[in-house]
């Protein structure tokens, strides 16, 4: 035995990430992921490396680097494997097998969260979804998740008697550059399954991209949301704002409570946890109960009329102003900016 790595089969764990690198280039799940993968090898004390599909994606394996990647394996498999989700699973367990890995890890968006039963099944493994954290206790890996819409945290232990699937909730993914790697140092493999696979019976035809407006508010990328300080006639230009911005739009509580919008909008305790890229509070004080729920927004920027409201210190920028004057202002900007992008074909 190997001491201090964490054993499965009487094996050291081996991780395999997968990344989805379509566009060519790795996204914010790719980045967040490669990081979660470092720190949970380290955790493990156990070697990692990356798996995906290969394809016309230089830009994104050289970004890899960055991430402290040392190994890449591209499967190599039909042209149309990415139109088939089943397909896409099978081959990734194959490789898994085939490398020996025996924790397999992918962020929780669309594709990691489809994938992720499907491989379970696949590699006959263990499956937990969403983790939030991790860590060793008893000579076990701890995984938790919340449950209950996020009001309870639930635990389970791998011993690592059996392989695992482990997809992490991309709340907590946060790309986090390791300074101390030397980029250009990606060892590439390509990698052909060794038995034919056939195309599963369902064919992805079209990939089309969420509407801010109808997306659930918990995989919402840009959020504006309304508070008290909204009056009535002011909520309807925080929607107006959502659809200049491509936006979608929350409640706290009370606004809710006013029938602004819909409940699936509230955030907060009662409500959602959000994670935008960017979060604008308008007129939102900023209570306990709603700042638990959009904590983990990457950026956090509120417009209140009071300097002492608690949304200031929670947000990364804040603007004492009163709404009634800023809204307008803020609507005519946008649609002037809209109109010479357009005139402009987006040059301006
Ligand atoms: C068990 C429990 C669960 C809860 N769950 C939730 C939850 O899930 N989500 C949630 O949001 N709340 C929740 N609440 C309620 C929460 O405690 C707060 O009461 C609520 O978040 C406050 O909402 P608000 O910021 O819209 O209103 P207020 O606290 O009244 O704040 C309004 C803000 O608007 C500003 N304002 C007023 N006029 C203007 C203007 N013209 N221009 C600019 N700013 C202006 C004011 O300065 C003020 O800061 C919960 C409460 C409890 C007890």
Same mark, same amino acid.
């Given at each position: ?9 009487? &094996? ?11 566009? @060519?280039?790795? *996204? ?11 720190? =949970?090898? %380290?955790?493990? !004390?156990? /070697? ?17 680097? !960055? ?8 499967? *190599? ?15 990734? !367990? ?5 490398? @020996? ?25 263990? =499956?937990?979804?969403?983790?939030? !954290? ?7 890996? %701890? =995984? ?6 996020? &009001?309870?945290? +639930?635990?389970?232990?791998?011993? $690592? ?23 250009? %140092?990606? /060892? ?44 009535? +006639? ?24 006013? $029938? ?8 907060? &305790? ?15 004080? $900023? ?6 729920? #959009?904590? *983990?927004? %990457? ?5 209140? #009329? *009071? ?9 990364? +920028? ?10 307008? =202002? ?19």
């Amino acid at each position: 035995m190997t001491t201090g790595k964490f054993q499965s089969a009487g &094996q050291p764990v081996e991780i395999l990430v997968f990344v989805d690198l379509a566009e @060519g280039e790795l *996204d914010d799940y790719g980045k967040g992921i490669l990081s979660e993968a470092s720190r =949970l090898a %380290k955790t493990l !004390a156990v /070697q990692w490396s990356v798996l995906s599909f290969a394809g016309d994606q230089d830009e994104g394996i050289a970004q890899m680097a !960055a991430y402290g990647v040392e190994k890449l394996t591209l499967i *190599d498999g039909p042209e149309d494997t990415t139109d088939s989700l089943e397909l896409q699973g099978r081959l990734i !367990a194959l490789a898994v097998s085939e490398k @020996g890995a025996s924790l397999l890890l992918l962020p929780h968006n669309d594709l990691g969260g489809s994938l992720a039963p499907l491989l379970a099944a696949e590699l006959n493994s263990a =499956l937990f979804t969403e983790a939030i !954290a991790y860590g060793i206790e008893e000579g076990a890996l %701890k =995984l938790t998740s919340q449950i209950l819409g996020n &009001q309870v945290a +639930e635990a389970k232990t791998w011993d $690592g008697r059996m392989p695992l699937v482990v997809t992490v909730d991309p709340r907590i993914l946060s790309s986090v550059v390791l300074p101390s790697v030397q980029p250009g %140092k990606v /060892q590439v493999e390509n990698w052909q399954p060794s038995v034919a696979t056939v195309a599963g019976r369902t064919r992805i035809l079209e990939r089309i991209p969420a509407d801010p407006q109808t997306v659930d508010v918990s995989e919402a990328e840009v959020m504006v949301s309304a508070g008290l300080g909204c009056s009535a +006639e002011g909520f309807a230009q925080v929607e107006e704002l959502t659809r200049l911005l491509n936006a979608s739009v929350g409640v706290t509580r009370p606004a809710y409570d006013l $029938g602004y919008t819909d409940f699936e909008r509230m955030v907060g &305790q009662t409500g959602k946890t959000v994670a935008p890229r960017f979060y604008l509070a308008l007129g939102i004080s $900023g209570s306990m109960h709603h700042i638990g729920g #959009i904590k *983990d927004s %990457k950026r956090i920027v509120s417009v209140n #009329i *009071d300097p002492k409201a608690p949304i200031i210190a929670n947000s990364d +920028e804040a603007f004492v102003a009163d709404l009634r004057e800023v809204m307008p =202002l803020l609507i005519e900007r946008l649609k002037s900016q809209t109109r010479a992008d357009e005139a402009t074909g987006g040059a301006a």
